[in-house]
């Protein structure tokens, strides 16, 4: 199973992005789909999951209202749009897979992943 994530950049503040994930090497609704990010000294925080079967997410607070998770199923892809980031949001940002298909119980525990992308790197400054 692989994961490959594109469309980090640098923006300025109130601008958006739009991040992909690209996942390979098994049937793309098996798993559900994490996407996670990490600064420097501190720990991995989640942001969204979701379940590529139905779509059924689940966002952490900071993203709801601002990111939106999608799957195109036939691209075996799941995007994160993010609009109105801020300097906080500067990250690198990853996705991955859970061991199940629906999003794991907590969805935002990294331990209960199995999959990593590479991440990239999401930078918020004027």
């Known amino acids: 199973l692989q994961l490959v994530e594109s469309g980090g950049d640098l923006v300025q503040p109130g601008g958006s992005l739009r991040l992909s994930c690209v996942i390979s090497?098994?049937?793309?609704?098996?798993?559900?789909i994490g996407w996670f990010r990490q600064v420097p000294g501190k720990e991995r925080e989640g942001v969204v999951c979701?379940?590529?079967?139905?779509?059924?997410?689940y966002y952490a607070d900071f993203a709801k209202g601002r990111f939106t998770v999608s799957r195109a199923n036939a691209e075996s892809t799941v995007y994160l749009q993010m609009n109105d980031l801020s300097t906080e949001d500067t990250g690198v940002y990853f996705c991955?897979?859970?061991?199940?298909?629906?999003?794991?119980?907590?969805?935002?525990?990294?331990?209960?992943?199995?999959?990593w992308g590479q991440g990239t790197q999401v930078t918020v400054s004027s």
């Open positions: 991955a897979g859970a061991m199940f298909e629906s999003c794991p119980a907590p969805w935002y525990s990294s331990r209960w992943y199995q999959y």
């Open positions: 090497g098994y049937t793309f609704d098996s798993h559900g």
């Open positions: 979701i379940r590529p079967k139905d779509g059924k997410n």
